[in-house]
């Protein structure tokens, strides 16, 4: 985009979309695109979901903005739903997932504060994670790429070894107010955390009087299988970020929390104009009434299963291009044994779409309404892209 006005932080492949259908994107040459990256796990029920137009198209024809100054039905309706499908009590709507881990944040150091304990405000993070761009979301993930340049990193973070659970009973101290963990790392490069470590987590804030905070941004509303991944394990938080799959591609999110969790976070206290918009609460709600369907998550499942079994597959037929399949539900990765980068382009050369991940990861995360007949195609795309690249491996060695 020679001459663009857009500030150049993307590296933005060569591709304009000029609509979507389910999983399908078209370009605006009429090239059409088997999309599996979902706008980075966003669009959880395709493109131009009818049941989703419909809502968002009916409410932009009555009222899009009031602010919370006023009551917003739509917003207590949501609220309530994700209230009565969750361990939360209580529901703070945002615009992004950055947005909700902010209020997740400040939510676990208020309620030490409320508590007579404002020295308690570090949290501890794990290293491979992803929270978000703001200046405290940034120093939470701990990645220097994503610190670098933007001066002293925001206060209160103490980063340990992903899944290293002894370093973080040791990293506790006087002044820990909570920990923060993805169930499923994403950008991290698809990796779940075991279910014996969130336990034992669990059983560390219980004993030092710590709150637990999911980042479920990524790996919920349906994405696992379940409406969130941590329910696999049993192991509930206290507080919770949520964003991307439950606006179904509209700029949504939400902090959840207990009750107990959320006992400071009163009046004035916290705040935003646009989070939990009449447009956002009409489009989450029409999210709800799909993944929450009866089925429709037992399906997620099976259809993951069959998707896992295809990439295995191809995984062993080019062990030199794919080293392992990774993750649970419809959020699996193919771990690369070459640069991911590469595995990457001759996927998009078989007009099939994924996501980079760290960890020399590629990321699958159809939307949850792919049907059987598009995953057997797209697994014949990562097969014929594998295969293209061992062949080329093959003679550069036979030189």
């Known amino acids: 985009m020679s001459g663009s006005a857009l500030y150049e932080t993307f590296a933005r492949a060569p591709l304009a979309f000029d609509h979507g259908e389910g999983t399908w994107l078209v370009t605006d040459k009429g090239e059409r695109y088997l999309d599996f990256a979902g706008g980075i796990a966003v669009n959880s029920l395709g493109h131009s979901h009818p049941h989703l137009v419909a809502a968002l198209t009916e409410q932009a024809a009555k009222l899009w903005h009031v602010s919370n100054l006023y009551e917003i039905p739509g917003q207590s309706r949501l609220g309530e739903r994700l209230a009565d499908a969750t361990f939360a009590d209580k529901v703070f709507f945002t615009n992004s997932g950055a947005e909700a881990l902010e209020c997740a944040i400040k939510t676990a150091r208020r309620y030490h504060f409320v508590k007579g304990h404002p020295e308690r405000f570090r949290v501890i993070t794990f290293e491979g994670a992803f929270h978000g761009r703001t200046l405290a979301t940034i120093a939470a993930g701990g990645q220097y790429k994503y610190l670098e340049g933007f001066g002293p990193k925001v206060e209160g973070f103490d980063q340990v070894g992903f899944d290293d659970i002894d370093a973080a009973e040791k990293a506790i101290t006087p002044e820990t107010a909570a920990i923060l963990i993805e169930p499923v790392q994403g950008e991290g490069g698809i990796r779940p955390v075991p279910t014996q470590s969130l336990k034992r987590l669990r059983q560390l804030c219980e004993q030092h009087g710590l709150l637990l905070i999911y980042d479920e941004v990524q790996c919920g509303i349906g994405r696992t299988g379940k409406l969130f991944a941590h329910e696999w394990s049993g192991v509930t938080p206290d507080i919770m970020a949520i964003a991307k799959g439950i606006g179904g591609g509209f700029p949504m999110g939400a902090c ?129 892209g594998a295969k293209g690249l061992a062949e080329a491996i093959a003679a550069a060695a036979a030189k």
Not at 360 to 381: G, K, S
Request: with cysteine; proline share 5%.
């Open 256 to 384: 959840l929390a207990t009750d107990e969790a959320a006992i400071g976070m009163t009046s004035g206290v916290h705040g935003t104009t646009f989070g939990g918009n009449p447009l956002a609460m009409a489009v989450g709600n029409a999210v709800l009434d799909v993944v929450l369907e009866d089925g429709f998550l037992e399906d997620v499942q099976r259809k993951a299963l069959l998707m896992k079994q295809g990439l295995a597959a191809v995984a062993d037929e080019f062990p030199e291009v794919i080293e392992d399949i990774r993750g649970t539900g419809l959020m699996l990765g193919l771990k690369c044994a070459m640069p991911n980068t590469k595995v990457n382009m001759a996927m998009r050369d078989q007009h099939l779409l994924a996501v980079p991940a760290g960890d020399n990861v590629i990321r699958l995360l159809p939307p949850l309404t792919v049907t059987d007949a598009e995953i057997h195609d797209a697994l014949n795309r990562i097969r014929a």
